[in-house]
């Protein structure tokens, strides 16, 4: 708990937290809380490592972590988790909270992308079903996700007319007043 107090970035990034016990890893995950309260850009020039975590989130750990991925807080903390969570099973019970952040409008395009590859990296998780909302939504973010979603899916083969209103809502991105027909 000392080590932890200490530094708990670094036992995250340089120890193996999956051989902690479920209160020291709650510990972790409230350290880590706190040094994003002291520092909101607590990862600076280290954003792009990347984890070894296997066996880390329990069941436990998953529930703990729910409320924290609802936090919309500008510090870098929901994203490290969202990192973090990526290619492991046991989010499949965070599918619903991976939704929300996906479809909200009011969380940036790094947030809700970084939701979307969680999903991406579940198997037995349909992630093509929220396309549709993606694709109504049509703002620059939203078919970014689409985009990804389309070309990382290897699960589906989308349909072409499917396909083709993708492509129309992301030609309405560069609309330039000229008045041109969408649908045809």
């Known amino acids: 708990r000392e080590i932890i107090k200490l530094d708990p970035y670094a ?55 729910r409320p924290l991925l609802t936090d919309r807080g500008e510090g870098h903390l929901n994203g490290l988790l969202l990192e973090l969570l990526y290619g492991v099973q046991e989010a499949l019970a965070l599918a619903d909270t991976l939704s929300s952040i996906i479809c909200d409008t009011t969380r940036n395009q790094h947030t809700r992308w970084l939701a979307a590859d969680c999903l991406l990296s579940l198997r037995n998780y349909d992630i093509g079903h929220h396309l549709d909302w993606l694709i109504q939504e ?19 083969s989308y349909p072409d007319a499917y396909l083709g209103a993708f492509l129309r809502a992301c030609a309405c991105l560069y609309h330039d007043g000229q008045g041109y027909d969408l649908d045809t």
């Open 138 to 156: 049509a703002s620059p973010d939203s078919l970014l996700i689409a985009s990804r979603i389309i070309m990382d899916d290897d699960t589906v």
């Open 11 to 65: 036992v995250l990034a340089n120890g193996d937290p999956s051989r902690l016990a479920i209160n020291s890893r709650v510990y972790l995950i409230q350290q880590l809380i706190s040094m994003e309260k002291n520092d909101p850009l607590f990862r600076r020039n280290d954003a792009w490592r990347r984890f070894s975590i296997t066996g880390f989130f329990t069941p436990e750990i998953i529930e703990f972590v």
